[in-house]
């Protein structure tokens, strides 16, 4: 049963281009939500969605950063014109409804975005 | 506004010695989590506290949760090296669960 799927695994973007990161719940998840972390720090909560809905996006900067979680495919997470200060690992992790009490969430292996 | 702090943040310990951090927060939550980070790696699940006064153990590992005082604990007994790595707790508020708050993290290192 494979895990939460992240890609690319490593990114590497100029300033002002934009970075797209995808992500792949665990079979039968139907809920992701995207973490954040800075180099040395604990991950930040970004955004959680449902398919076709953002039921949480209280830890989004409100420029520049969207996600989304359509019926079919991936969830994405898009940062248009990227900085430097978007450099960070950025993870991914699902739950199904029933198990996200007293379950652990499981990440991804993340995305690390490098902005030169 | 929750806060999760922990400490120490950097620890380096011999092989063979006991050694505990701590992990407070700010608000009543009775769902906290440890976790494992290698570097370059993903978190894996250490532990999952679900109320006062729970105490789980996985080998060398032992965490113990005090609601009441907002205080978890990460007690390791005899390390070895390859318990060298960054341990995260996290506190869940939300009531759909799954909305963590992270503490900065303790670089374990134990040597030889």
């Known amino acids: 049963n494979a895990g939460v799927m992240q890609n690319p695994r490593h990114l590497v973007r100029r300033r002002g281009q934009e970075a797209r990161l995808r992500c792949s719940p665990m079979k039968g998840h139907s809920h992701v939500y995207w973490y954040r972390q800075l180099p040395e720090e604990g991950l930040k909560f970004m955004v959680y969605l449902q398919k076709e809905n953002i039921i949480d996006e209280s830890g989004m900067p409100k420029e520049r950063f969207s996600a989304e979680f359509p019926k079919e495919g991936p969830s994405i997470l898009r940062i248009q014109q990227v900085v430097r200060g978007d450099s960070a690992a950025y993870f991914c992790?699902?739950?199904?409804?029933?198990?996200?009490?007293?379950?652990?969430?499981?990440f991804g292996n993340g995305t690390r975005l490098t902005v030169t | 506004e929750l806060k999760v702090e922990q400490n120490p943040l950097f620890l380096s310990m011999q092989e063979g010695k006991n050694y505990t951090i701590y992990c407070n927060y700010s608000?009543?939550?009775?769902?906290l989590y440890w976790y494992r980070q290698d570097p370059g790696k993903s978190l894996e699940s250490l532990f999952v506290?679900?109320?006062?006064?729970a105490v789980k153990q996985e080998g060398r590992l032992m965490a113990s949760l005090d609601t009441k005082a907002r205080l978890s604990t990460l007690h390791i007994t005899a390390a070895v090296h390859d318990l060298s790595a960054t341990y995260f707790c996290?506190?869940?508020?939300?009531?759909?669960?799954?909305?963590?708050?992270f503490g900065a993290g303790t670089i374990l290192r134990v040597k030889s």
């Open positions: 506290l679900l109320s006062n006064g």
């Open positions: 996290a506190v869940d508020m939300e009531e759909y669960g799954n909305k963590l708050v």
């Open positions: 992790a699902s739950s199904s409804r029933l198990s996200s009490y007293n379950s652990p969430l499981h």
């Open positions: 608000t009543t939550s009775d769902r």
